[in-house]
């Protein structure tokens, strides 16, 4: 098979092309969390800590000397990516909730039982004649 050929057959299948959209989905769903926790949830939470600014937390290990530049822990920005990831994890809980809720809504269709074969109705005929004939045998 030529890998044309065999690209192509790869490419169309269905689970590549649903991949394609979940993808582009969660880019855009990732910006949605992300404006939803730096221009929704922060401000308020700013204003609540007296505007303190998580990244500039830190302290010095060893001060800047002879050109090297100094050694530094920068607590505050993992405090602030923690916070982050809280925030944008409850957003996302949110919208999943959200969106579980709109779907639940939708009638759901019930599945019409499949007829049984013929094979299975002989069979099921046999069972009850041996059935039948075991009950009207005397013990």
């Known amino acids: 098979m030529s ?3 065999e690209f192509k057959e790869f490419a169309i299948k269905g689970n590549v092309i649903d991949m394609a959209v979940g993808v582009i989905m969660g880019a855009a769903f990732g910006k949605i969390t992300g404006s939803l926790v730096s221009d929704v949830f922060m401000p308020p939470l700013g204003m609540l800590t007296s505007g303190v600014d998580f990244k500039e ?3 010095s290990l060893k001060a ?3 050109g090297q530049p100094a050694v ?4 505050g920005v993992f405090i602030q990516a923690v916070i982050d ?3 944008v994890s409850v957003a996302v809980f949110g919208m999943i909730k959200l969106i579980n809720r709109m779907k639940r809504n939708e009638p759901v ?3 019409v039982p499949a007829e049984p074969s013929r094979q299975e109705l002989l069979l099921a005929e046999i069972r009850d004649a041996l059935r039948a004939r075991a009950a009207a045998e005397p013990r």
């Not at 530094?72 to 607590?75: D, E, G, H, T």
Request: no cysteine; hydrophobic share 65%.
């Open 109 to 111: 269709p019930v599945p």
């Open 64 to 66: 800047a000397a002879d």
């Open 3 to 5: 890998i044309v050929k």
């Open 85 to 87: 990831f809280l925030l």
């Open 72 to 75: 530094v822990i920068k607590y």
């Open 57 to 59: 937390l830190s302290f």
